[in-house]
């Protein structure tokens, strides 16, 4: 039997103080909260992260406004990926439409019955949205043709 060998997909919900992060299994098939980490300190921690573990695709929440221009966060997110991409040539690194994450993430915690308290909690905010942009990623068209041509060796 053959088996193919796959990283982990992670996304990042870039934010000016904070960002969240959030990765999948190794078998691609659930998004997992990672860790929120405090943005001055983010390129740090994905390279002591991608040291010790097997990452193939970083997924960039894209910021749009609701007329689906660029967000005023776009002036930060595309030099961050283009620093991704010259570290990590290696790893294939996506802009994807992080539109209502915030919302969902708040929608997501009502449902489950956090706390009031806990809801407040921005960094949480921070990885569910993370873990929310990975799912839709994951859900995508892209991702699934993505998926077909690295499994079958298309590429």
Same mark, same amino acid.
Do not use: C
């Given at each position: 039997?053959?088996?193919?060998?796959?990283? !982990?997909? /992670? &996304?990042?919900?870039?934010?000016?103080?904070?960002?969240?992060?959030?990765?999948?299994?190794?078998?691609?098939?659930? #998004?997992?909260?990672? #860790?929120?980490?405090?943005?001055?300190?983010?390129?740090?921690?994905?390279?002591?992260? $991608? &040291?010790?573990?097997?990452?193939?695709?970083?997924?960039?929440?894209?910021?749009?406004?609701?007329?689906?221009?660029? =967000?005023?966060?776009? !002036? %930060?997110?595309?030099?961050? #990926?283009?620093?991704?991409?010259?570290? %990590?040539?290696?790893?294939?690194?996506?802009?994807?439409?992080?539109? $209502?994450?915030?919302?969902?993430?708040?929608? &997501?915690?009502?449902?489950?019955?956090?706390?009031?308290? &806990?809801?407040?909690?921005?960094? /949480?905010?921070? !990885?569910? =949205? #993370?873990?929310?942009? /990975?799912?839709? %990623?994951?859900? =995508?068209?892209?991702? =699934?043709?993505?998926?077909?041509?690295?499994? $079958?060796?298309?590429?």
């Amino acid at each position: 039997m053959l088996y193919y060998k796959v990283g !982990r997909i /992670l &996304a990042i919900d870039y934010g000016r103080k904070r960002t969240g992060l959030a990765v999948t299994d190794p078998l691609r098939i659930i #998004a997992n909260v990672l #860790a929120t980490v405090e943005t001055k300190e983010l390129e740090k921690y994905l390279a002591d992260y $991608f &040291a010790t573990n097997d990452v193939d695709i970083i997924v960039l929440g894209k910021p749009s406004q609701m007329n689906g221009e660029p =967000s005023e966060t776009m !002036r %930060y997110i595309e030099p961050l #990926a283009g620093r991704l991409r010259h570290a %990590y040539p290696d790893k294939k690194v996506v802009l994807y439409d992080e539109r $209502f994450t915030s919302v969902l993430a708040h929608r &997501a915690m009502l449902e489950s019955g956090i706390g009031k308290m &806990a809801r407040r909690d921005k960094a /949480l905010v921070d !990885r569910i =949205s #993370a873990t929310i942009i /990975l799912q839709s %990623y994951m859900d =995508s068209m892209e991702y =699934s043709a993505d998926r077909v041509s690295e499994v $079958f060796n298309l590429k």
